[in-house]
C-alpha cells in the first residue's frame, strides 16, 4: 500500500511541476498516470488522441517512444511531431485510420473516446488495425460521472461541463464490454477509477480555473500572467503537493468510481 502511495506520489509531483496553473488537471492526469504504469505494451504501438504530446511523455511513463501519434487537430500534430516522443505523428479522424489491416500489437488512447462522435466506427478501426492478439487500453469517464454532476450540481452544470470539455459519450462499464465483444474484441477487462469523493475536489477546482475573466479563463491567465511571478508557481505547487495530494490519496479508495480504463484483446 505504501509502495503505491509512494508511486502516486511520486507521478502527481511531475505533473504538478508541470500543469502547476490546472490543478484538476494534475489530480486527473496523475490517476491516469499512475494506472497507465500497470501496462506491458509491444511495439508498434499507435496512440489515438495524442494532442501535443506533451501530457502523453508524462501520462505513459513506461513507454520511452511511441512509433505513431495520431490526432484530429493539425496545429497540436505539428508539435506533437517536434516532441520526440513518437516516430510519426499524421493528422487523420479515428473513425478512418489511414494504415493497413493489422498494423498494429498495441493501440492506446487517454481521455479520447468521450469525445469521439464516429464511436462505433473508431472501435472498428481500432479493430482492424491491430494484429492477432493485438491490446487495446484506453479511459474514460463513465455513465456515473455525468450522473453524479447532475445530482450534485444540477443538470444545466452537467451540461455545461460536457460543452467545455467536449464529452459525448458516457457509458457503464457492461455497455462498454458489450460494444467491444459485438466488434470481435475479447479477453475485455475494466478497473474503475477516480472516486465520487476525488470527482467533487476535482469539479470543484475545475470551476475555479475555468471562471472567465473577459475572454479568457483563470488557468490561462495565470499562465500567462502570472507565470513568471515565483511565489504565484511555487505557492501553487506546495498547495498541491502538501494538501491536494494527500487529500487524493485518501479519498481514491472511497465511494463509487467515476471513470473507467479498459482493456480489450483481438
Known amino acids: 500500500m505504501s509502495e503505491n502511495r509512494g508511486k502516486f506520489k511520486t507521478v502527481f509531483i511531475s505533473f504538478s511541476r508541470k500543469f502547476w496553473y490546472v490543478p484538476s ?9 499512475n494506472i497507465w504504469t500497470n501496462y506491458l505494451f509491444k511495439s508498434p504501438i499507435l496512440e489515438i488522441g495524442c494532442g501535443d504530446g506533451k501530457i502523453s511523455k508524462l501520462v505513459f511513463l513506461g ?16 508539435i506533437a511531431r517536434n516532441c520526440g516522443f513518437y516516430k510519426e505523428v499524421v493528422c487523420s479522424d479515428s473513425a478512418h485510420l489511414p494504415f493497413k489491416n493489422g498494423s498494429f500489437r498495441s493501440v492506446i488512447a487517454n ?16 479493430y482492424r488495425v491491430l494484429k492477432k492478439d493485438g491490446i487495446f487500453v ?9 450522473l453524479n454532476i447532475s445530482v450534485n450540481y444540477g443538470s444545466n452544470r452537467s ?9 459525448i459519450n458516457y457509458f457503464t462499464s457492461d455497455e462498454w464490454l458489450k460494444k467491444l465483444k459485438f466488434i470481435g474484441f475479447n479477453s475485455i477487462k475494466t478497473k474503475e477509477y477516480f472516486s465520487s469523493k476525488v470527482l467533487d475536489v476535482w469539479y470543484r477546482l475545475f470551476k475555479i480555473y475555468t471562471f472567465k475573466i473577459g475572454n479568457s479563463e483563470l ?3 495565470i499562465k500567462n500572467y502570472l507565470g513568471n511571478k515565483f511565489y504565484i508557481k511555487n505557492l501553487h505547487i506546495s498547495i498541491l503537493e502538501r494538501q491536494i495530494a494527500q487529500v487524493i490519496m485518501k479519498n481514491e479508495k472511497i465511494g463509487e468510481k467515476m471513470m473507467i480504463f479498459i482493456s480489450a484483446r483481438k
Open 25 to 33: 488537471d494534475v489530480i486527473q492526469r496523475s490517476l491516469e498516470a
Open 63 to 78: 513507454i520511452s517512444q511511441i512509433d505513431y501519434g495520431l490526432d484530429i487537430d493539425s496545429n497540436a500534430v505539428e
Open 111 to 126: 481521455s479520447t473516446f468521450e469525445h469521439i462522435e464516429n464511436l462505433d466506427s473508431s472501435l472498428n478501426e481500432v
Open 138 to 146: 484506453f479511459n474514460v469517464p463513465s455513465a456515473a460521472f455525468k
Open 159 to 167: 451540461d455545461m461541463l460536457d460543452k467545455r470539455l467536449s464529452h
Open 219 to 221: 488557468w490561462s491567465l
